[in-house]
T-cell receptor, first 112, second 116 residues
């Protein structure tokens, strides 16, 4: 599985967009980009995933560069409840395999 | 739809004892995976079960074992507990259809194990 690189921490003002970058320069053609977040003392929460097209759901948008070597998770209007550790993961998702390799993630602090 | 349920939420054990943790996946999910989270090592994959068979295994000693029942519920067991086994143990389930290339994992809130 490809490795990911994320900044250890970021700050964002409440109500503004939070843009969380992720580098995955060794990603393979069959690997998806997944984003999870973990709020203190809870299990990781699935946010969004994509292969090569940009994706949007009710929580966030995922922008993947054309060469697929990096991506950005966008929380369009961050709230205090979005304060969490955000993990970017690349995953060979054939047959829905249950192994994810987590890095250290980005600790996002949303400030009033 | 109910989420992934893990019991118990907290557990305190003594070195040398053994422990069994339980996980009930989301209804209809057939894959169950287990993870260990510690401050030093972060989130690490333990093993995955699918249709009662271990499909994947992480790099943990044989003291860590698991099983899955016909209703997809899963248990993990740690024998001869060590102080370093103190961690948050997380269970995740997914639908895992062979034809679905992107079936996300959904996590429970874990069991906090403290070994004294």
């Amino acid at each position: 599985d490809a490795k990911t690189t994320q900044p250890p921490s970021m700050d964002c003002a409440e109500g503004r967009a939070a843009n969380l970058p992720c580098n995955h320069s060794t990603i393979s053609g069959n690997e998806y980009v997944y984003w999870y977040r973990q709020i203190h003392s809870q299990g990781p929460q699935y946010i969004i995933h994509g292969l090569k097209n940009n994706e949007t759901n009710e929580m966030a948008s995922l922008i993947i560069t054309e060469d697929r070597k990096s991506s950005t998770l966008i929380l369009p209007h961050a709230t205090l409840r979005d304060t969490a550790v955000y993990y970017c993961i690349v995953r060979v998702a054939l047959f829905g395999g249950g192994k994810l390799i987590f890095g250290q993630g980005t600790e996002l602090s949303v400030k009033p | 739809k109910a989420g992934v349920t893990q019991t118990p939420r907290y557990l305190i054990k003594t070195r040398g004892q053994q422990v069994t943790l339980s996980c009930s996946p989301i209804s209809g999910h057939r894959s169950v995976s287990w993870y260990q989270q510690t401050p030093g090592q972060g989130l690490q994959f333990l093993f995955e079960y699918f249709s009662e068979t271990q499909r994947n295994k992480g790099n943990f000693p044989g003291r860590f074992s698991g099983r899955q029942f016909s209703n997809s519920r899963s248990e993990m067991n740690v024998s001869t507990l060590e102080l370093g086994d103190s961690a948050l143990y997380l269970c995740a389930s997914s639908y895992s259809r062979n034809s679905d290339p992107g079936s996300p994992l959904h996590f429970g809130n874990g069991t906090r194990l403290t070994v004294t």
